[in-house]
């Protein structure tokens, strides 16, 4: 499954996003079955790591440690390239972010991951 977020949230609004995907993987989880579940934000869709870098250091922040646990199972989070560049966002404002999580486009790479059999989670 491919989880395309782009629009703007607060930390309930992010944190409720996040709960769908742990609630898809454990119904899958609980019929035998596994899935890919990729995150691919783009435009005000960084928000999420953005968010989750600020509220970093607050001990009873959960969208830090729902992000963690979420890559602990295999959820990868992917960045558009376009969006760094254009508005001028760095590693370091981003949550556990690594070059290895960006992409040239967000869009595209939706469009390419369904081309490719993922389905579309739109929140």
């Known amino acids: 499954v491919v989880i395309h977020l782009s629009t703007e949230g607060d930390e309930k609004k992010y944190l409720g ?42 001990n009873t922040a959960k969208l830090p440690t729902q992000i963690t646990e979420l890559k602990g199972k295999g959820v990868k989070f ?6 760094l560049t254009a508005r001028k966002i760095k590693f370091d404002q981003l949550y556990d972010a690594k070059p290895e999580d960006v992409i040239p486009s967000g869009v595209a790479e939706v469009g390419r991951l369904q081309a490719q059999g993922y389905r579309l989670l739109k929140p």
């Open 78 to 83: 992917q960045i558009c390239y376009n969006t």
């Open 17 to 58: 996003v996040l709960g769908n995907i742990n609630n898809y993987i454990k119904a899958l989880d609980s019929d035998g079955k596994k899935t890919d579940a990729i995150v691919v934000m783009n435009a005000d869709g960084l928000g999420l790591l953005q968010l989750a870098k600020e509220l970093e250091m607050e």
